[in-house]
Structures are given as structure tokens and as C-alpha cells.
């Protein structure tokens, strides 16, 4: 049963307070981590909650976009995948199943106009063959689900339905002003829907941490294999170019770009098989499952919103997103120094380099010890 919107997870100590002579848990802490964590969740996608658990982030609930695949299947990965390791006290929250303005059927327009894209995600032509054999759906049916995909399993339960993804996040920022890091690891259409509902959204956030944001990657995608073009393709950003740049100029108090970053740390064999040295549900899974050939991209983001200090070269710059239908970097940013910044427009810390070793440590050990609801009490 997830818990409702009036009564978030509760970890750490209590700190009791007295009132009418009971000793009564306080539910916040001035201190305390909270996070909300948009993704288009996979089988194989649960290590970034996983991450944010271990470094004692309290997870207020998952919410679920169309990057990958389409909303609706997302959503159920996620509830999948929190089953799989007894966490079904995080509530995961549906979010917009389509993009502000863009539908396959325009990216795909675009696409014969300025190329393809290696990987097209959510708005790649509908494959019934490939559904089949396990793949999620893409282009025809938003809503329609493939079971196959669920290598996790199908879930029993169901998203909370009470509330939006958006309007989720809004509650919770106000809430807890100040104290919850908005993650966002899939299209950001959740989260510019969230910044035009609330004016006060952004600001009362702790801050926005995004996978996506490429910069300065053309000439690897033109001369490199197409896996290294896949790579280099900011599909995330793409997907909803228009949502990208509103939840990326919008007031938060700090917003850390993975982008470049994420591509740094690849898993290996060996590391997987590590993993599974301690067995557990979540280990299986990813030893099972997670892709080796892609680097770990959305758990880069992860780590650094529980340990900004994995950042070992960064800077600020001012971020601008492409949203001109008729231009080849459509749903791309480009970045500019304060001076030569157009209006409009606001600083973020683009992160150059983490520490390897430490992201991995990170990862393996959230993995190998993950957190289940009986931790969360």
C-alpha cells in the first residue's frame, strides 16, 4: 500500500516532541534530504533510488515520464521494480505521457529533415517484432503495455493515481521548503509542468539535478561508431525540448547538469559480476540485466545530488535550450559565459569530471546493501 501525500516516508531518528503529555514523532528535520525522483524507469533502472537511499536521501516518491518509452509503461517498471526489493512503501507518481508539443510523429518530421538519430526512444516507429521479444513500446498507443519487457516481473500493485507527478512535487516543495532535490533522469516535462503551476515551485526546491545536456559532442557523433553517436545524443533534452527549457531557466536555487559527466563511468563485467557477490534482488537484476555497453548515466546524476564533492572539475556557465523547431540542434543546449549571455537565461554548474572510483563504491554498495521499507520506518 503506498502511503498518501499528507504522510511521507519517514527516515533517520525521530526526534519526539511532547504535546498533551504524548511523545509525538516530528516527521521533518531542518536538515534532512528529501528527494523526488523522475525517470523513465526500466528493469534495470532502480540503482539511482537505490543510490539516493544509501546515501540516507529520503525518497518522497518516484514519478514517471515519456523518454524511453511511454509513460504508462514506465510508471509500472517502477512499481515493479520497487517490489522486487521490498520498497513499495515509495509511492510512484504517473507524469505527462506527452510532451508539451512534440509527438513521433514531428520529431520523426524533423528527423527527415536533419537526420536520424541513433536512438529515438519513445517516438522511434512502432516495432510489434521487437515488442515481442521484450523491448518496451515505442510511437502507436501511449497507453498500451507490453508485459513482456517486465524481465523484473509484472507488478501486483499500481501507481498512486491521487495526484499528478507535477502536483506531487509542488505539495512536497512546499512542504518541505528547502529540502527536496528535484532528479530528473528522463524528459523534464514533469518538472516544467510543476514550474508553470507554482510560481514558487522552483525557488522553494533544494535544487534540480538532471542526466542530459550535452555540449560540444557533433564532431563525435559524425565520426565515430553509431553506438559513440548514440552516446552523444541528448534524447532526454530532445524528447520535450520545449519542457527543457523552462524547468532549466527556471528559479531554482541550484541546478547541476550530468551531462558530458555521465559518460565517463562505464560498468564492466567484472563489476557486475562483483556485485553479485553479495545476492540479493536488486545485485540479480543488474547483473542480469543492466546494459554494459552504456555507461552509467543516471546513476552519475544520482550519486551527485547525495555527494556533490564526486564532482572533481565543474564550473558555471549560462545555459540556453534549443527550441527552434527548424534547427539541427533542436532540444540541444548551448552555453555562454556571463557576459556574452543572452537574456532570459541563468547560471548552472556543469560538472566536467567525477571521481570514478568513488561513483562505483557508491553504486556497488547500494546495490549490494539496498534499503527495503523495514529501514525506512
Not at 212 to 239: E, F, P, R, W
Request: net charge negative.
Amino acid at each position: 500500500m503506498h502511503l498518501p501525500v499528507s504522510l511521507p516516508l519517514l527516515c533517520g531518528s525521530l526526534l519526539p516532541f511532547v504535546t498533551g503529555g504524548l511523545a509525538m514523532p516530528k516527521t521533518s528535520r531542518a536538515d534532512k534530504h528529501y528527494a523526488i525522483m523522475d525517470n523513465d524507469w526500466y528493469t534495470a533502472g532502480f540503482v539511482p533510488y537505490l543510490v539516493a537511499l544509501d546515501g540516507d536521501v529520503e525518497v518522497l516518491g518516484l514519478a514517471s515520464d515519456t523518454a524511453n518509452t511511454w509513460q504508462p509503461q514506465v510508471a509500472l517498471h517502477a512499481v515493479a521494480t520497487l517490489e522486487a526489493g521490498n520498497l513499495s512503501c515509495i509511492p510512484v507518481y504517473p507524469g505527462a505521457t506527452w510532451p508539451l508539443i512534440n509527438t513521433p510523429e514531428r520529431f520523426q518530421a524533423w528527423e527527415t529533415v536533419h537526420g536520424k538519430l541513433p536512438w529515438e526512444g519513445a517516438f522511434a516507429p512502432e516495432n510489434k517484432t521487437l515488442e515481442a521479444e521484450g523491448n518496451d513500446p515505442t510511437s502507436g498507443n501511449p497507453n498500451r503495455i507490453v508485459k513482456a519487457a517486465f524481465k523484473e516481473g509484472f507488478p501486483k500493485g499500481k501507481p498512486n493515481n491521487s495526484t499528478s507527478a507535477a502536483n506531487f512535487m509542488v505539495e512536497m516543495v512546499h512542504k518541505y521548503p528547502g529540502q527536496v532535490s528535484i532528479y530528473s533522469a528522463g524528459a523534464l516535462t514533469n518538472v516544467a509542468l510543476a514550474v508553470r503551476m507554482d510560481p514558487q515551485f522552483a525557488s522553494l526546491a533544494k535544487d534540480l539535478i538532471i542526466m542530459g545536456g550535452y555540449v560540444d559532442l557533433n564532431m563525435l557523433q559524425a565520426t565515430g561508431s553509431i553506438l559513440l553517436a548514440d552516446l552523444q545524443s541528448d534524447i532526454n533534452l530532445m524528447i520535450d525540448p520545449e519542457a527543457s527549457k523552462i524547468a532549466l531557466t527556471a528559479d531554482f536555487p541550484n541546478i547541476t547538469i550530468a551531462g558530458n559527466v555521465a559518460n565517463q563511468v562505464f560498468p564492466s563485467q567484472e563489476f557486475a559480476d562483483e556485485v553479485l557477490s553479495v545476492p540479493n534482488p536488486y545485485s540479480k537484476l543488474f547483473h542480469d540485466y543492466y546494459d554494459l555497453s552504456f555507461p552509467f548515466w543516471d546513476e552519475t546524476a544520482a550519486a551527485l545530488m547525495v555527494d556533490p564533492t564526486l564532482a572533481t572539475n565543474q564550473t558555471s556557465v549560462y545555459l540556453d535550450v534549443d527550441t527552434s523547431y527548424g534547427s539541427p540542434n533542436y532540444g540541444n543546449i548551448h552555453v555562454y559565459q556571463k557576459a556574452l549571455a543572452p537574456g532570459g537565461i541563468r547560471a548552472v554548474n556543469f560538472v566536467f569530471q567525477v571521481d570514478a572510483d568513488k561513483l562505483k563504491q557508491r553504486i556497488k554498495h547500494a546495490l549490494q546493501y539496498p534499503k527495503s521499507c523495514a529501514d525506512l520506518k
